[in-house]
């Protein structure tokens, strides 16, 4: 079984830039497909990206753009990178791992979930 641990979440302001990290243990990270998702107060949790194993990418349309998702299989890791940071990206971004196919679309059932990292975005 994995465990997943966020970091890198903090207070910035607007038109910053920020990467958050996704530290898996317990098993390699390799063996995952990695996603982030993110939950704002009184809003239901998003989508925002998935990684497969050969490190194909898939956005939510609404982060196309200023998210990127990459990972470091190496160092157990999953990272997004968010620019031009904007008040309405406040919220907990959790990391996920899953492995099971959902759908065509390369959606994914995700199992195994961090505890999430706040990220709060300044006027």
């Known amino acids: 079984q994995v465990q997943l641990v966020e970091s890198g979440g903090g207070l910035v302001q607007a038109g910053e830039s920020l990467r958050i990290s996704c530290i898996a243990s317990?098993?390699?990270?390799?063996?995952?497909?990695g996603g982030w998702f993110r939950q704002s107060p009184g809003k239901e949790r998003e989508w925002v990206a998935t990684i497969t194993w050969s490190a194909s990418t898939h956005y939510a349309d609404s982060m196309k753009g200023r998210f990127t998702i990459s990972r470091d299989n190496a160092k157990n890791a999953v990272y997004l990178q968010i620019n031009n940071l904007k008040p309405e990206d406040t919220a907990v971004y959790y990391c996920?791992?899953?492995?099971?196919?959902?759908?065509?679309?390369?959606?994914?059932?995700?199992?195994?979930w961090g505890q999430g990292t706040q990220v709060t975005v300044s006027s």
């Open positions: 996920a791992a899953g492995t099971i196919l959902v759908d065509s679309a390369e959606h994914y059932q995700f199992d195994y």
């Open positions: 317990g098993r390699p990270f390799s063996g995952y497909v």
